[in-house]
């Protein structure tokens, strides 16, 4: 269900008590791992946004606890740590807040994180000097380059 709070801190607080720990782990989590990030609402639920585009997302739905990792190759790698889990493209889905596994959450939002280092470590044999690279960031966490013109 989407809520009508207008930043993070409204939604935890109108969340119910059984599940309000777990949340406000997995908003620790995101805070401290997703440096970079905007933190805000959108689509009715607590996102991080990277560039201006929605990255990672949690909420407390009707019956479970979902946590959104919007970038489907970061998702397959930690599919076996989140055993136990309905797991789709980008959406884990907790039944219970006692489910949740921190630690490969934690992993799972370190990797999401790294990405964007991951595709600029690629091009550093091609890179002579800081000013031959123009960086394009898209959402897919993706990075391309053209050398400058001299």
């Not at 039944?95 to 280092?117: H, N, S, Y």
Request: overall charge positive; glycine content about 8%; aromatic content about 8%.
């Amino acid at each position: 269900m989407q809520s009508k709070a207008k930043d993070v801190s409204t939604y935890l607080e109108g969340l119910p008590a059984g599940r309000r720990a777990a949340i406000e782990k997995l908003r620790g989590l995101c805070k401290e791992l997703l440096k970079g990030y905007e933190e805000c609402m959108d689509y009715g639920m607590p996102t991080y946004k990277r560039n201006g585009v929605v990255e990672v997302a949690f909420a407390s739905q009707a019956q479970y606890i979902s946590l959104y990792v919007l970038k489907k190759d970061v998702v397959d790698r930690h599919r076996k740590a989140l055993a136990g889990c309905e797991v789709g493209k980008g959406c884990i889905r907790f039944r219970k807040p006692d489910q949740i596994d921190f630690a490969a959450v934690g992993l799972l939002l370190r990797d999401t994180a790294k990405g964007e280092v991951q595709a600029l470590l690629r091009f550093l044999p091609t890179i002579q000097s800081a000013t031959d690279v123009r960086m394009v960031l898209s959402h897919q966490g993706g990075v391309s380059w053209q050398p400058s013109q001299r």
